[in-house]
């Protein structure tokens, strides 16, 4: 299971799913990610301000690939979104509830003991959005890894990039924390900050 926060200048996201892979999540084979979201965006127009609730859900089966320190994980399958505006704008296109499809493509890497390098793709057919981040670390007091990230997201709406640092990987007991904080820039000349807060539960 995992589930997480994000926060930035003009919005916030909670989301949580889970994982369940049929020969384990250290192993080769089939995989099946459940995920949901509910996100808040704020958009300033000279007269007022809309707030858009989003509610996002993704079932997609897939395949992890290891080979030594280096993984892959290929998903596919339906998405889910539903779009609310306050005040309620009745003639927006993307108003109410949309499916689609939805892939991603994630790879772990670690070329040395102390290195590890990961990046996350995903698109979907509903409002032709995607998104990336690629992130470095290093490994420090033998806890967790501390390094840069780079990610940014696209649709119909808008455009937004994050820079910024992320901790990935600390262990408190049953649960492995990661979390980021940096600067976030969107195509509206919006400037910032962000953070986020996430946590996963294995068996």
């Given amino acids: 299971m995992f589930g997480g926060y994000d926060v930035w200048s003009n919005g916030s996201s ?24 509910n996100a808040l965006e704020r958009f300033r127009t000279p007269s007022r301000t809309y707030t858009t609730a989003i509610y996002r859900a993704a079932l997609m089966p897939g395949w992890r690939f290891k080979r030594g320190e280096f993984e892959l994980r290929l998903f596919a399958g339906p998405d889910f979104e539903n779009h609310n505006f306050t005040p309620d704008k009745r003639g927006a ?13 994630e790879t772990w890497a670690q070329p040395t003991p102390d290195m590890m390098l990961a990046t996350a793709f995903y698109a979907t057919t509903i409002a032709g959005g995607y998104g990336f981040r690629a992130a470095a670390g290093w490994r420090l007091i033998d806890a967790f890894w501390v390094g840069p990230e780079l990610s940014g997201s696209r649709d119909e ?7 910024g640092i992320h901790l990935t990987g600390l262990q408190a007991g049953a649960f492995e924390w990661s979390a980021a904080i940096g600067l976030v ?4 000349g919006r400037n910032g900050g962000y953070g986020r807060l996430a946590t996963q539960l294995r068996p």
């Fill in 93 to 105: 296109r993307w108003r109410g509830p949309h499916a689609g499809l939805r892939i991603a493509v």
């Fill in 185 to 188: 820039s969107d195509s509206f």
């Fill in 14 to 37: 909670s989301y949580a799913g889970l994982h369940w892979a049929a020969n384990g999540l250290n192993d080769d084979g089939f995989i099946l990610r459940l995920s949901m979201s």
């Fill in 157 to 163: 709406f808008s455009r937004q990039t994050r820079l």
